[in-house]
């Protein structure tokens, strides 16, 4: 059994890849935005899922979150599934919060960041990026961000095993009920990287898409821009990696 973290696991594919967790065994720690949200998680909790709540877009509640993970037992894995698609809250949420986290959690054996195939369209420029969310961001961006925060960590952490994931276009909440892709498959990439002993899902730094890897961005294992990421995070948030 594993203790693992998923964030953003009210809805979509958190809630689905939590639930199937939950359903193997393992010990599932779920996560909402807010109180009202958490509602939808009772069933899950009920079952024996444990629950954090607080808005990613607010780092004091980032903080807040780590530091009652880190008072409990230890994490072994942590899915960052969070995430949004328009407005100012994208690049608190989709980089900024699994940044936080992962430079503040106990160090969990296993870290997976769900990134998406619109990172290829991101640009790998720090220049201008509103890191508070004061003004709308670009989802594209921010996946390329956290995709590459994925990889600098495989590099830099070698007792760590971090993968991104492209869960496809799946029909969610944030997909839209026509979106293409299956939504079964869209999370069980996830749940394996996270729990299974095979010896595929033992590797680090992959960027995957159902179980297969594939070559993403190339500024995604360009160290100088790793480099320059994590430093622009680590200034940004005062909290070093």
């Known amino acids: 059994m594993s203790r693992i973290l998923v964030t953003g696991s009210a809805d979509g594919l ?7 967790l939950l359903s193997a065994g393992h010990d599932v720690v779920v996560h909402a935005r807010n109180l009202q949200r958490a509602a939808s998680l009772d069933v899950l909790v ?13 780092r004091d509640a980032v903080r807040h979150i780590a530091a009652e993970l880190n008072e409990a037992e230890p994490l072994d ?8 698609w328009s407005g100012p809250a994208v690049m608190p949420v989709n980089i900024v919060a699994p940044y936080l986290l992962t430079a503040l959690l106990g160090r969990p054996r296993r870290l997976v960041y769900l990134s998406s195939g619109s990172h290829f369209s991101g640009h790998p420029s720090l220049a201008g ?20 925060l994925a990889a600098a960590v495989a590099r830099l952490r070698p007792g760590v095993l971090s993968n991104a994931v492209d ?75």
């Open 167 to 241: 869960p496809g276009w799946v029909p969610t909440k944030m997909g839209g009920p026509s979106a293409p892709d299956d939504l079964e498959l869209g999370h069980r990439t996830q749940e394996w990287l996270a729990v299974s002993d095979e010896p595929e899902a033992l590797t680090t730094g992959g960027y995957w898409y159902h179980r297969r890897q594939r070559d993403p961005h190339r500024s995604v294992h360009d160290e100088a821009f790793q480099a320059r990421l994590l430093e622009t995070l680590a200034e940004e948030t005062g909290t070093a990696l």
């Open 129 to 148: 990026v509103d890191w508070r969310g004061k003004s709308a961001g670009s989802y594209a961006d921010s996946k390329l961000f956290v995709t590459t």
């Open 46 to 58: 009920g079952r024996g899922a444990h629950l954090v709540v607080g808005d990613f877009a607010e």
């Open 14 to 20: 958190g809630r689905a890849a939590a639930d199937t």
């Open 77 to 84: 894995a942590v899915i960052h599934n969070a995430g949004v």
